[in-house]
């Protein structure tokens, strides 16, 4: 099953970052949030990426030619052309990139549809390039194939912006836990899986959208069902949510890095 990663947007609200780099490349535990994302997906057996590139597209494909080479133990032969063989192992010598430039302005849906000729498989990945979960990815395969509709959305309940304090009937504060997971509705998480009926949904122009219109007939059509997420999950839209995904993996508390 493909994977499509959406990457073009520019992340105003992370302008700090965003101004030099696309967000997608903006670290966390000293790698792309890009890579942590991909890492997920390869871990469950999903290696074939399409990157739905925009705004500064060429640092994204930049960082990947060359991190193989800077990341990695290698033996060169001068005799074979500078024949390169790479000696790490690691499951990201499997995988498959496709880099597609959809334009700087386009919308979510118009990057989708014109990723359309590189889609191989009938069932595909789609999530943003922005956010992490500790997701299984196989139990959302599994729901999806089991409804026959077009679309499954995975449902999360969203982390609070603010610490929560657990405090007894003296006032005593007995707990502080920062940005606990809230129980008060569920939103898009993303990693969504689709089948390729979502297509014919959306138009190649710039102004088509996703979420609003595409996604939103979808429901209206009863073809979008619900995978509830009830771990880790946390988008990455401004310096605060940054720093804190920075602290879990200081901390070796990153669900999400559910390779290690």
């Not at 606990?180 to 122009?205: A, V």
Request: charged letters at 25%; glycine letters at 10%.
């Amino acid at each position: 099953m493909d994977v499509i990663i959406l990457c073009g947007g520019k992340g105003t609200r992370l302008s700090e970052e965003t101004i030099i780099k696309p967000k997608p490349m903006v670290e966390v535990g000293g790698m792309p949030i890009l890579w942590h994302i991909m890492k997920i997906y390869s871990y469950y057996g999903f290696r074939r990426f399409i990157l739905a590139l925009g705004y500064k597209e060429y640092e994204i494909k930049k960082y990947f030619c060359d991190h193989r080479i800077i990341g990695s133990d290698f033996s060169l032969t001068p005799s074979l052309g500078n024949d390169i063989n790479y000696l790490n192992n690691s499951d990201e010598k499997s995988w498959e990139i496709v880099f597609a430039n959809t334009g700087e302005e386009t919308l979510k849906g118009g990057r989708l549809k014109k990723v359309e000729k590189y889609i191989k498989s009938q069932t595909f990945h789609i999530t943003y390039g922005d956010g992490v979960c500790d997701i299984n990815l196989s139990k959302l395969v599994k729901f999806h194939q089991s409804h026959g509709a077009i679309g499954t959305v995975t449902a999360v309940r969203p982390p609070s912006r603010f610490g929560e304090l657990e405090i007894d009937k003296d006032g005593t504060v007995l707990s502080l836990e920062e940005k606990p997971q809230m129980g008060r509705g569920l939103i898009n998480g993303g990693f969504f899986i689709f089948e390729k009926k979502l297509l014919s949904y959306l138009t190649p122009d710039k102004d088509c959208d996703f979420e609003f219109g595409p996604l939103q007939q979808i429901a209206k059509d009863g073809q979008l069902k619900a995978f509830e997420h009830k771990g880790f999950w946390q988008c990455m839209d401004n310096v605060r949510e940054r720093d804190f995904l920075n602290k879990q993996v200081s901390a070796n508390k990153a669900p999400w890095m559910v390779w290690k």
